[in-house]
């Protein structure tokens, strides 16, 4: 197809497809006789990512870049490609201004053994939890376990919903690109739909409560 | 005290503590005789919140701006405060490119009605939601309704966990102004915190079932 017909599939303007082409995010066309430029339905597939990403998991132009790398990098395994997909997503969530103080690395070894999860090493999640945990503790409110330990239990089920989804033969996955994407996908707007969620959640219980 | 004392005290440097005043998220100190200015303890404590909410809740500047405005807004209720902070801090998830779509608007509905909370009408979480199930479609994923509810479900996990920390009475919670500051705080860092933890269990779930 030519620009203007995925333009108008994917509901991008075309200015907009040459800037992700030109930006890296999306591969060229093929170049067809009279200087014309064709696309495929990879094109499309790929704009509807871009997008998604863009739009609702506010990510930027570099963030969604170094997803799509991870997403076309072959990885063997599911584990390891989700760990490269957590990295790339979590750029804008690990706070580069100050180092996790090793007390609250401590917490989160200690939380991770007391919820029985085995040892987690290097995961990025580490360092985001230690950081909100030292956060929390600078702004004058120290976290107590209690509320570490509910936290974790709720992350618990959604994982499990997240992992139930992109394991292989689940329902709606094709093959082993559709479950790595929607492992991205998944990883991107999991974070905001937990968060509308939690809105929602919270909204209920201050009714309910009287507050 | 004077700048360099509470400078030293909020490990802030003279020249951001400036800054903050400026931009209106810090109270000017008051003018001392000899064109000095002093400072007191209820500066310590807002630029301790100031940058938890810059550092680790990664708000813009004119984010923080807005949340402190809401907390300094003498509202009624515990529930008012809460809204208010809610939609201050949502700024960044909600997406302003798109109107969500009325039948994603109508899934949360049936979603809240079918994990049993009332209806939750104008709460900002609806929009946010209503955005991320059209941000999965878009993408060539559409979420189903068992996803939806286990995220519910853990949503109210975390939700119970935040209202427990801020019901009045809660451990280490000495005033209602220090209930409405963890409320702000809450809201900010609890989202990091959840998104932490969801990497951590992802990890871990991809790990026992050998992915």
Redesign the interface.
Known sequence: MLIAELAELSDTPPATVKYYVREGLLPAGARERGNRTSYDESHV?RL??I???L????LSVSSVAAVLAALDDQTT???ET??VA?NAL?R??V?T??EPSPESIAR?DAL?ERVG??P?GD???????A??I???A?????L?D???D??????????????D???PGA??TDDEADLT??MV???V?????????????????????N?
Request: hydrophobic share 45%.
């Open positions: 597939h509807r990512l997008r998604a990403m739009e609702v998991g506010k395994t599911i584990g989700f760990a957590q979590s804008d969530a706070s201004v100050s989160v991770v999860w085995p987690c995961n990025v999640g580490v360092r985001i939890v950081q909100t030292d956060g929390f600078k702004a004058g409110h120290p107590a209690d509320y570490l509910r936290y974790a239990e709720a992350a618990a089920v959604v994982a499990k919903a997240d992992l989804a992109v394991t329902p709606g994407e929607l996908v998944g990883t707007l999991g974070d905001t739909l937990s968060l509308g969620l939690r809105r929602i959640a919270q909204a209920t219980l201050t009714a309910e409560r507050l």
